[in-house]
Structures are given as C-alpha cells and as structure tokens.
T-cell receptor, first 113, second 113 residues
Framework: GGIITQTPKFLIGQEGQKLTLKCQQN?????MYWYRQDSGKGLRLIYY???????QKGDLSEGYDASREKKSSFSLTVTSAQKNEMAVFLC????????????FGAGTRLSVL | GEQVEQRPPHLSVREGDSAVIICTYT??????FFWYKQEPGAGLQLLMK?????EINEGQGFTVLLNKKDKQLSLNLTAAHPGDSAVYFC????????????FGAGTQLIVIP
C-alpha cells in the first residue's frame, strides 16, 4: 500500500502571511487534489493536477496558488492568510478518472491569529 | 452543476441501534458513488464505492442503497458500535476522466455505549 503525507500537521499563521502546505504520495498516482474542509460545509476543491506540472482550478481557487513540482508532490500556498481563518486542508491522490477512489492524507489544520 | 445534500448533519444512536444517513444528488448522469469515513484527526477513508448499476451493496455491518429514480444514496449501519463514531461523507461522480467528486457536507455520528 501507499501513503499520503501532509506537512505540517498544524499551521499557525498571522493575518496577511503567505503560507505553504506540502503533500507527498508514494502511490505513483497521476492525479492529486487539494480540498478545504470547513465544519458543516463538506469538502471544497481548491486545485487539482492530473499530471506533473499540470494545474487545474477547482471551485475555491481564489486566494490560493498550487504547484505540482513532480508526480509525487503537490503543494498549496495560501497567498494571504485571513484573520481568524480556521480550516483543515486535505490532500488526496487517485489513479485518475471519476471512477477511481481518492486516497486522503491526514490533513493540515490551519489557524490564523 | 451537481449538488449533493446530506442529512442529518448530526446523529446520536445507542450501541446496537441502526443509523441511517441519506444523500440526495441532482445530476441524473452520476455514475459512481462513494461513502467515506473520517475519524478524529485523520483523513477520509473509503468505506464503499458503488456503481450506478448496483442498487444494494453490503459491507461489514452496513448496507449502501442506491435509488436512482429518486437520486438518493443511503448508508445504513445495522448495529452501530462505538467504533463507528466518526464523520461520514457521501461523494458523487459523473465518471468523467476529470475525476471530480462532489461531496456532501458530512454527518457526525456518535454511538453511545
């Protein structure tokens, strides 16, 4: 089996700060995703990537940048953290295609002071 | 686009009782359906993947029913135990090469010993 590793597990930032979240997978999956999880709102797709160097906007891409540096890694940048923002950011990967299961990392918990 | 509504948002049951979570989707072309379980501090783990052609799907201790006519997907835990306490998410996909999933908002299930 494989694993998805997200770093850091917890991230505390200041208002206006640029923050970067990292994700690594060893499944050798083509497609990787970043989701934001807010209480009571389910998961919302921020960015996804279907192959190395590819980048596609999701439903919530404003305020974020992403980078698929290589097949195994996908990073997300919060371009300017919002005061009192609290959310969990989940990275996932899949072999590709809507029929495929997504495998999730444990998440990065963001708090902005 | 696809809309997925999940209910209830919170559910408490006693150990040994059944628990039912229902998702309603809007796109009649949806073809793949997923239930994920999220334990505290962890990412989402696949519980079951259901294809449009199969209406009744049985897992260990639970049943997933798909009603295509009413565009409804349900998760029935037949005899809940404390280890079932978690947040459950349904997800729906149209099966395109894009691999986009649409998630419900989640149900927090608490099983009281």
């Amino acid at each position: 089996g494989g694993i998805i590793t997200q770093t850091p597990k917890f991230l505390i930032g200041q208002e206006g700060q640029k923050l970067t979240l990292k994700c690594q997978q060893n499944f050798n999956h083509d497609t990787m995703y970043w989701y934001r999880q807010d209480s009571g709102k389910g998961l919302r797709l921020i960015y996804y990537s279907i192959t190395e160097n590819d980048l596609q906007k999701g439903d919530l891409s404003e305020g974020y940048d992403a980078s698929r540096e290589k097949k195994s890694s996908f990073s997300l940048t919060v371009t300017s953290a919002q005061k009192n923002e609290m959310a969990v950011f989940l990275c996932a990967s899949s072999p590709g295609g809507g029929q495929n299961t997504l495998y999730f990392g444990a998440g990065t918990r963001l708090s902005v002071l | 686009g696809e809309q997925v509504e999940q209910r209830p948002p919170h559910l408490s049951v006693r150990e040994g009782d059944s628990a039912v979570i229902i998702c309603t989707y809007t796109d009649p072309n949806s073809y793949y359906f997923f239930w994920y379980k999220q334990e505290p501090g962890a990412g989402l783990q696949l519980l079951m993947k259901v294809f449009s052609s199969t209406e009744i799907n049985e897992g260990q201790g639970f049943t997933v029913l798909l009603n295509k006519k009413d565009k409804q997907l349900s998760l029935n835990l037949t005899a809940a135990h404390p280890g079932d306490s978690a947040v459950y998410f349904c997800a729906v996909s149209g099966g395109s090469a894009l691999g986009r999933l649409h998630f419900g908002a989640g149900t927090q299930l608490i099983v009281i010993p």
